[in-house]
């Protein structure tokens, strides 16, 4: 009976022992959790939208300790992993008794380390509170493993791992050692990559490829041994994997839209992640083409670009400069926001806006001459007029005297307001005002408010804030800036604007796509601008000097217009026109059938040296140009039609090809001719004087 008793106060004993070694241990779990401040310290990054790096920043302490979770790396990077690492990771409790009894009874019996037995997780306690490599250290590691399964799963404790283990040097985490030794994202590694990778932790600054290539093709050719050995990898595919070189150098990190990344971290300064709407793939592209581009230009002149789809208002592409490091160009100045003059650009919504109103009809006439505006009085850019034009004529060829007409009906304060109430930046300088400077470029504005004005003419007038992250949920809502109907005869005008003449030459008839475009040039040269867009694609390019300096002969439509049409060639076609579908008001009918209060607007007053100025331009064929050589399209029931488009002379103008009658209103500048074949042929134009022009192309 006593031995029973003696017994039984033992049991108990031991049970509340238990209990309270159980509960001490709860108590200091909860008082002395693990240190998780590195992983919070990790580089900043600013992504594309296909989760690709943008650009990164290096922590505080000039790491550059990048986040990366098992689905972003290669599966076989992980198999490889656990492989060499921790075979039994997804079972053991974060320490492996096995794994310790075995390096237990190795140490027994030979006197010293033969193996380790660090799992995944004591690793990763490790890296989070680093210390040096002694028995206390060990048994600390131990602790904090344990925690980590108490806390984390086993995918968590393996994300912590991939962001903190060492590759050499301040890169830590496998997506910056796979960027900076492969140039690749992790999830793209081959096996040979993985291997390496996978050996590098073990002693990242002595395995260093760039330093000690032998002993780092030793240690990666240790691993693939080991992978085939345990069944991980073919016999085959190690062979293969032996043969790839180990890199020699490392690769500097993701550079792209520098101007975007640090706008994204001043507006996100919290967030360690930036997701943004940046397509990497045209946004390294373009960055490859303004450096071409950057070549031809004077010294000290710079080019931005912005390109938008239309549909939800995504930014696609954002350059700020063409050459972020180039000081002599000012490269790290974002013009992207920077306010410049818009010259003609605005033009447009001036008109789209007296569409609404009813004032003008894109075939009202109206006159091209010198006149008067009370004390101000215009130029058109070249100082060459010609008489009387449509509107349609005025706004393609981007005559200002039209411009400040129509502009004078509507009211500049009008514009402006209208402008605003869309969030377009205006500004006039000083205590300045809106008045009729504000047709030819007289304020400021910025790259970024063109682009969303024009998106919102490819989408019916409708014009809704960029969105340059995915989740933005708290822009503005869509607002009008004209009607429906407006904005298609604005975009109809704007489609059949001859495009720049070396990219016909050299692209053809067949590359031109539907591009609704407009080109502009502020006083003084300062600031060459082309905006243009179709169904899917906005795009606007600025070219000029930051500095403010002029840029002589250098104008949008020689300048910018060109760039703009290469910018399209690297999206995908968009199949349609924007605003395609016609709406039920538009009046679509000649000049003569028009209403007889839309025919003709007049304002002003002649300019006292009207007579002594000539007010028409010589006859000319500005498409095809002469000696041009233009690609035939395919079309309905034969060839697509080949817009002839003449410039100068008086109306009404008449179209002879090879001397034959081409069928067209002679109100217009422009005939639509079907060709018959290839060969050369001879395009000929008559204004009311007889006087003719010629062009002689090779159609093929």
Request: charged share 25%.
């Amino acid at each position: 009976m006593i031995r029973l008793l003696l017994s039984s106060r033992r049991f108990h004993l031991a049970g509340g022992g238990a209990v309270l070694l159980a509960a001490v241990a709860v108590l200091a779990d909860l008082l002395f959790p693990p240190d998780l401040s590195r992983l919070e310290d990790s580089s900043q990054l600013v992504l594309a939208s296909d989760g690709s790096v943008l650009r990164g920043f290096t922590t505080e302490s000039g790491f550059w300790r990048l986040p990366a979770d098992p689905d972003a790396v290669a599966p076989v990077y992980l198999e490889m992993l656990l492989a060499w690492e921790d075979q039994r990771f997804r079972g053991h409790p974060g320490v492996d008794p096995l794994a310790a009894g075995r390096a237990f009874g190795q140490l027994i019996r030979h006197g010293r380390i033969v193996s380790g037995a660090s799992t995944i997780t004591m690793q990763t306690a490790r890296l989070l509170e680093p210390k040096e490599r002694t028995l206390g250290a060990k048994l600390h590691q131990m602790w904090r493993a344990v925690q980590l399964e108490r806390r984390f799963d086993k995918d968590e404790i393996l994300t912590q791992y991939l962001t903190l283990a060492p590759y050499g040097g301040n890169l830590e985490g496998i997506r910056a050692a796979s960027l900076a030794w492969f140039g690749k994202e992790p999830r793209h590694l081959a096996p040979s990559e993985a291997a390496l990778l996978v050996a590098l932790p073990q002693s990242p600054e002595s395995l260093r490829p760039d330093r000690y290539p032998e002993r780092a093709r030793a240690a990666r050719d240790k691993v693939l041994a080991v992978m085939e050995e345990r069944g991980v990898l073919s016999a085959d595919t190690v062979a293969e994997a032996r043969q790839d070189p180990i890199p020699s150098l490392r690769r500097p990190m993701p550079f792209d839209a520098p101007h975007f990344a640090w706008r994204m971290t001043a507006s996100h300064p919290g967030a360690r992640v930036i997701r943004s709407t940046i397509d990497g793939e045209l946004q390294r592209a373009l960055e490859h083409l303004v450096l071409a581009e950057q070549d031809m230009l004077d010294d000290g002149a710079s080019l931005a670009i912005m390109v938008v789809e239309n549909e939800i208002r995504r930014v696609l592409a954002y350059l700020g400069s063409s050459d972020f490091f180039d000081d002599s160009r000012h490269g790290q100045i974002d013009m992207i926001q920077a306010v410049r003059s818009p010259g003609s650009t605005l033009k447009p919504f001036i008109y789209g806006m007296a569409f609404d109103d009813l004032m003008i009809h894109p075939e009202t006439v109206v006159a091209d001459m010198p006149t008067r505006y009370g004390n101000y009085t215009p130029e058109n850019f070249l100082k060459v007029y010609r008489g009387e034009v449509t509107i349609r004529e005025a706004l393609q060829h981007s005559l200002n005297i039209p411009a400040v007409t129509v502009l004078q009906r509507v009211g500049p304060r009008r514009v402006d307001a209208r402008l605003r109430g869309v969030g377009t930046r205006l500004e006039y300088g000083g205590e300045g005002e809106p008045g009729l400077p504000l047709a030819l470029g007289g304020l400021g504005t910025t790259l970024q408010d063109l682009v969303a004005l024009y998106t919102g003419l490819a989408n019916g007038g409708v014009v809704v804030p960029l969105a340059f992250t995915p989740d933005e949920t708290d822009r503005p809502g869509p607002v009008a800036l004209m009607g429906e109907a407006a904005a298609w005869y604005v975009t109809r005008i704007l489609e059949d604007a001859p495009p720049p003449g070396d990219y016909v030459e050299s692209r053809a008839t067949r590359e031109r796509r539907r591009i609704a475009f407009k080109t502009g040039t502020s006083y003084g040269y300062r600031d060459a601008w082309a905006i243009g867009y179709d169904a899917r694609y906005t795009v606007g390019v600025w070219v000029g000097r930051p500095d403010g300096t002029p840029s002589p002969d250098r104008f949008g439509r020689a300048t910018a217009a060109p760039v703009l049409f290469k910018v399209f060639l690297q999206l995908p076609r968009s199949g349609s026109p924007a605003n395609p579908r016609r709406p039920e008001d538009v009046l679509d009918v000649a000049a003569r059938d028009l209403p007889p209060g839309l025919r003709r607007i007049s304002a002003g007053e002649a300019a006292p040296d009207t007579i002594s100025r000539s007010l028409t331009q010589p006859l000319l064929v500005s498409f095809p140009p002469d000696g041009a050589v233009v690609e035939l399209r395919e079309g309905e029931g034969g060839y697509a039609p080949l817009p002839l488009i003449a410039d100068g002379g008086r109306k009404p103008l008449r179209w002879l090809v090879n001397g034959e009658p081409v069928e067209a209103l002679p109100h217009r500048r422009r005939a639509d001719w079907r060709p018959d074949g290839e060969g050369f042929v001879q395009i000929t134009v008559i204004d009311a004087e007889g006087t003719a022009a010629r062009a002689q192309v090779l159609l093929k």
